[in-house]
């Protein structure tokens, strides 16, 4: 995912690890007054070496500079919560992705929504492709036809519990097609149940014409000629 330069290049995007029992207790209010972009990784606590033992437990910590800085200015920025290592990144999207292990079922997945972000940086933006998208939509409208959900407020709620990966979709542009979705599936349910009751009505009439009919076909045989 990322390799090693010299310390006179210059480049923005940082990453490094950190162990638990190597960082200070206050390591994530450290990076956070640091004011920089930056994601850390949910806890890896279920990565395997490739023997099949267990990986020391760990956080990927991925550092996303406004400006290029020297190797030896990442490693102080590092140094300040005892990050172990100092990588430099080619591909920002790839990396971000890596913190969960998106794109490699072969390893151990992580939640991204257990992925925290700091200085501003917009984990789901990074790792966003129009593909995850199309797919989340996808699944929010099987969901929302399986559980006849009528109002988008249930929705949000919904996924802000149980479906973190379409809330983080909802809040990041894809609200639009699925407010749309499920006004569409309202107003057409409306009409559908509006047609029958027209039907039901039509039917009635028609009922009650055909016995008026029979009732005077009846009331004139009735009347002596």
């Known amino acids: 995912m990322a390799e090693k330069k010299s310390s006179k290049a210059r480049t923005r995007n940082y990453a490094t690890v950190v162990y638990q029992d190597s960082a200070p207790e206050n390591w994530r209010e450290i990076i956070s007054e640091l004011k ?3 994601f850390i990784s949910p ?7 490739p023997t099949g033992e267990p990986k020391k437990p760990h956080w990927h910590v991925m550092i996303m500079f406004e400006g290029v800085k020297t190797e030896d200015q990442a490693k102080e920025i590092i140094a300040k919560f005892n990050g172990v290592g100092c990588e430099t990144i080619n591909s920002m999207r790839g990396y971000a992705r890596y913190l969960c292990h998106l794109d490699s079922p072969d390893k151990a997945q992580y939640d991204i929504g257990e992925v925290n972000c700091y200085g501003g940086a917009d984990f789901m933006n990074c790792i966003g492709t129009m593909a995850d998208k199309a797919k989340a939509i996808r699944e929010m409208m ?19 519990v149980n479906h973190s990966d379409w809330f983080d979709c909802l809040i990041n542009a894809g609200s639009y097609v699925i407010k749309e979705f499920i006004k569409s599936r309202t107003y057409k349910k409306d009409r559908e ?17 055909l016995l008026r009919e029979r009732l005077e076909y009846y009331r004139k045989k009735e009347v002596p000629q």
């Open 43 to 49: 806890y890896h606590d279920k990565d395997l070496l």
């Open 193 to 209: 149940r509006s047609g029958d009751a027209i039907a039901n009505n039509e039917k009635l009439l028609q009922e009650n014409h």
């Open 36 to 38: 920089i972009p930056i």
């Open 142 to 160: 099987a969901h929302i036809e399986e559980n006849d959900i009528l109002y988008f407020s249930d929705l949000l709620m919904d996924c802000s």
